[in-house]
């Protein structure tokens, strides 16, 4: 039997190539329910954060401690507001975004760069995404120009993190370590060559619909895909980062997760006298006790990570892998202390889609119907 052709009714069926059919509806809730969450992402009190003793991206180049001697006031977080929600009412979305846009990424470089923060990045990622959609001048085109320009940089930052490794007394070593990078690095080229492809290149978009004064459905259908593209790729490269940085034995290495465990949750006490959960000394001993069972509960995490794709695949598998993921996130916060509520809050969003949930759900329910059909045909 041959395989079924790219075209074929059978395989659109379950893999959906372009966008998803967001209705105006679902639009307008998904857009304003992540300006609700992009402006609460945003940290606006960084006057502790007086160094930048780890640089990271950006403060490589630039000095972000200005912001924690001269603090944005009202004024800024004010233009913020009103720029959010101009972009979810739909009007001049690329001009709205711009703003928290790039307070987020300073005040998140700043952050970063004095301690290890997760919670802003996804939510930074996705509205990058979003205004790269809804800024790019579509009557233009030349989206293979900014896709090799991406490219090149992606390169020459792989290029300058090799060279800053430290002095390995080890050539296995190096190799993994440089492996990693290009692993990571190649994730992400896969990431700017799909929106590139799908995306940016629209071919089938009329040029009025890409108004950047009031875009249309299909311009707004393809910001919330990019966004669902960018959560997607967030996930794979997580777990890709897991195995290399592993030597691929993160499963193996599972119960040393014990000790990682008894540090972030002691950090609290020692850093803001929250004191340790009862439960921490029960599950630190029962990982080292019962070393497969813990592989088995960490490895189906990884593999969550690992096919976080499938939210792009169509509205049943978006569902799936959405309640797997928050499924993931919440075991997370309960055995290990570490909260992601932006992460869920953004799988919400993007994945299990609310205002959707009846469209998602509608072949399910057809099937139901139809098969209570034939049964009182039969009876």
Known sequence: MNSPSPESPRLRSWWQPGVFDYSQVEA??????????????????????????NPTGLAHFFDFTWLA???LGPGWKGLT??????????????LGLLPACVIAIMMGTLIDSTAMEHTWQLVTL????????????????????LVGIAFILL???????????????????GLSACLGIAFRYAALGMVVEFLGREILSAKNLPLADASPVKPGLMTHRLAIYASTVTFAAAYVICGISKLVNSHFQWVQKVPYLSVQLLKSNWAGYYDRLLPAPEWLTKVTQGIVDYPNLARLVFGVGLIIELAGF???????FALAGGLAIIALHLSISKIMNLNFQEHIAAALIFAVNLPGLRRTCEPWLQGAQQSDQVLREET
């Open 81 to 94: 507001i009103v720029g959010l929600a101009l972009y979810a009412l739909g009007w001049l979305p690329a």
């Open 28 to 53: 307008f809730i998904m857009r304003a329910a992540f300006a609700t969450l992009f402006f609460s992402n945003i940290q606006w009190d960084v006057r502790a954060y007086t160094t930048q003793r």
């Open 126 to 145: 996705i509205a990058l995404s979003q205004f790269l959609v809804y800024a790019w001048p579509r009557a233009l085109r030349p989206h293979r120009v």
């Open 155 to 173: 390169a020459c930052l792989a290029a300058r993190e090799m060279l800053l490794l430290p002095h390995f007394p080890r050539f296995k070593a």
């Open 69 to 71: 001697r001269y603090p």
């Open 310 to 316: 499938v939210v792009l695949i169509n509205r049943r």
